[in-house]
T-cell receptor, first 113, second 110 residues
């Protein structure tokens, strides 16, 4: 069982919908991450939160909006997505940034119709 | 611009033999390297890491070797088991970001 829990496992949304992806970890990690993975590609970094503050935004379009309500929770708010945003969205956490391994959840499979 | 290169998209190895997965990187300033394994419909699982002050790190059946002069690292799995069939990603720390290679699909043959 993964120690990083992501919900929902699957999500289908229309281009005008608003939805949120949720991630939770109880390992006491201080850094949390969103990655996006398309088929047969490596995970691509989207956002990094360190001590609940956004520290890295990899020039992600504003239709993706991250939120870190507390050190255990990470959300990704979605609005006006495009079909090309369909992908596996992975949450991860680590003790710190850079020199600690990331622990990933099993992801949310997002389909935008 | 690929900073982490896994040039073999796939690799087939007989069960019980050694699997060797390779990774090259472009920047000699990279100083922390990781290997992940990924099954379909699951997130990547951390396997082993190595910092640039070492040239070898071992954990059970998994050993990572780092050759800084060649900017090359490899993952050795001995002995290979059927459950090792998965996609393996090499990753590096770049400015506090973990960046992944494209992955190598390992098939363990019975």
């Amino acid at each position: 069982d993964t120690e990083v829990t992501q919900t929902p496992k699957h999500l289908v949304m229309g281009m005008t919908n608003k939805k949120s992806l949720k991630c939770e970890q109880h390992m006491g990690h201080r850094a949390m991450y969103w990655y996006k993975q398309k088929a047969k590609k490596p995970p691509e970094l989207m956002f990094v939160y360190s001590y609940e503050k956004l520290s890295i935004n990899e020039s992600v379009p504003s239709r993706f909006s991250p939120e870190c309500p507390n050190s255990s929770l990470l959300n990704l708010h979605l609005h006006a997505l495009q079909p090309e945003d369909s992908a596996l969205y992975l949450c991860a956490s680590s003790q710190g940034t850079g020199y600690s391994p990331l622990h990933f959840g099993n992801g949310t499979r997002l389909t935008v119709t | 611009d690929q900073q982490v290169k896994q040039n073999s998209p796939s690799l087939s190895v007989q069960e019980g033999r050694i699997s060797i997965l390779n990774c090259d990187y472009t920047n000699s300033m990279f100083d922390y390297f990781l290997w992940y394994k990924k099954y379909p419909a699951e997130g990547p699982t951390f396997l082993i890491s190595i910092s640039s002050i070492k040239d070898k790190n071992e954990d059970g059946r998994f050993t990572v070797f780092l050759n800084k002069s060649a900017k090359h690292l490899s993952l050795h799995i001995v002995p290979s088991q059927p459950g090792d069939s998965a996609v393996y990603f090499c990753a590096v720390n770049r400015d506090d970001k973990i960046i992944f290679g494209k992955g190598t699909r390992l098939h363990i043959l019975p």
